[in-house]
C-alpha cells in the first residue's frame, strides 16, 4: 500500500513544479516574454482602461546583483494571421539601474485598441543593447 501510494504522489509532485503558473496565465491571455539573461519579466498582465482601451503592465526583475546599465523594452501586438498591429519600445521606471538589490522596474504599454485574447498576440523583448542600437 505504501508503494502504491508514493507510486501515485510522486508523479504529480514532479508535475506541480514543472507548471509556471505565471507563465501559463501569460499564454492564456496572448502574451509571451523573451528576456535576456540580465532580467526577468514578473507579474505581467492586462487591464482594461476606461477609455475602452488596454496596457500592458508588469516589472523588471534584475536576475543578478550588478545594476542593468543599457537595454530597452520591445513590444510587438500581432493578429491572428500574424499582421503587426502596433510595436514600438515601452518605458520602464530605472530601478534595475541601480545598486538596490531586488528592486522591480514597473512597465506600462498603452495600447491603442482594447486587447481581445483571442484575436491579438502581444510579445514583449527585453534587448540588452541602447535605444540606438
Not at 501586438?77 to 518605458?91: P, Y
Not at 512597465?107 to 510579445?123: G, N, V, Y
Request: hydrophobic content about 35%; charged content about 20%; some cysteine.
Amino acid at each position: 500500500m505504501k508503494n502504491l501510494l508514493l507510486a501515485v504522489v510522486l508523479p504529480l509532485l514532479a508535475v506541480g513544479c514543472a507548471v509556471n503558473p505565471e507563465k501559463t496565465a501569460l499564454q492564456a491571455q496572448g502574451i509571451s516574454t523573451d528576456g535576456a539573461s540580465t532580467v526577468a519579466f514578473q507579474n505581467v498582465h492586462l487591464e482594461n482602461t476606461a477609455n475602452g482601451t488596454s496596457q500592458i503592465r508588469g516589472s523588471l526583475e534584475r536576475i543578478g546583483r550588478d545594476p542593468v546599465r543599457f537595454g530597452h523594452l520591445d513590444y510587438t501586438v500581432t493578429d491572428t494571421s500574424g499582421k503587426v498591429l502596433e510595436s514600438g519600445k515601452a518605458n520602464y521606471s530605472g530601478a534595475i539601474k541601480q545598486r538596490h538589490p531586488r528592486t522591480a522596474s514597473r512597465f506600462t504599454i498603452p495600447l491603442k485598441q482594447a486587447w481581445q485574447p483571442s484575436l491579438h498576440h502581444a510579445t514583449l523583448v527585453w534587448d540588452d543593447k541602447t535605444h540606438q542600437q
